[in-house]
């Protein structure tokens, strides 16, 4: 069980990397850069930026570690998450079982078989 635990808190991990907040608001004003005053302000706020981003993930981390230990000493919420698991196997084994995914995937192997061929060989070249 602790294996696929700590898959989970890798995905959930990337996902909160994928899809956490943005840096930046999509509506925020450039500042104007015509002013040591105004590059220094900016600087102090990219500064500011990068310490509440550094507290969100470490946040998010104390949040996944959380969970795990919940994961690992609360007997109900154990049961549901192997539930989950199971649940999620017999819905991937059901997605798989189409005709059309199963060509999508073996073109898509096809592809990665390609890619790895050639990285493989370029590999090669650099030594």
């Given at each position: 069980?602790?294996?696929?635990?700590?898959?989970?808190?890798?995905?959930?991990?990337?996902?909160?990397?994928?899809?956490?907040?943005?840096?930046?608001?999509?509506?925020?004003?450039?500042?104007?850069?015509?002013?040591?005053?105004?590059?220094?302000?900016?600087?102090?706020?990219?500064?500011?930026?990068?310490?509440?981003?550094?507290?969100?993930?470490?946040?998010?981390?104390?949040?996944?570690?959380?969970?795990?230990?919940?994961?690992?000493?609360?007997?109900?919420?154990?049961?549901m998450y192997l539930e989950l698991l199971k649940?999620?196997?017999?819905?991937?084994?059901?997605?798989?079982?189409?005709?059309?995914?199963?060509?999508?995937?073996?073109?898509?192997?096809?592809?990665?078989?390609?890619l790895n061929k050639l990285r493989k060989r370029?590999?090669?070249?650099?030594?």
């Open positions: 069980m602790t294996g696929k635990l700590m898959l989970t808190a890798g995905m959930l991990a990337l996902l909160t990397t994928v899809f956490g907040a943005p840096s930046t608001p999509a509506n925020a004003t450039p500042a104007r850069k015509n002013s040591s005053v105004s590059r220094n302000a900016e600087k102090d706020e990219l500064a500011k930026i990068q310490e509440l981003e550094l507290m969100h993930r470490e946040f998010i981390a104390r949040i996944q570690k959380k969970r795990m230990e919940l994961l690992k000493t609360n007997p109900k919420l154990a049961k649940v999620s196997r017999e819905l991937a084994v059901e997605l798989d079982s189409d005709p059309e995914i199963q060509e999508l995937n073996e073109a898509r192997y096809e592809l990665e078989r390609k370029q590999q090669q070249r650099k030594k």
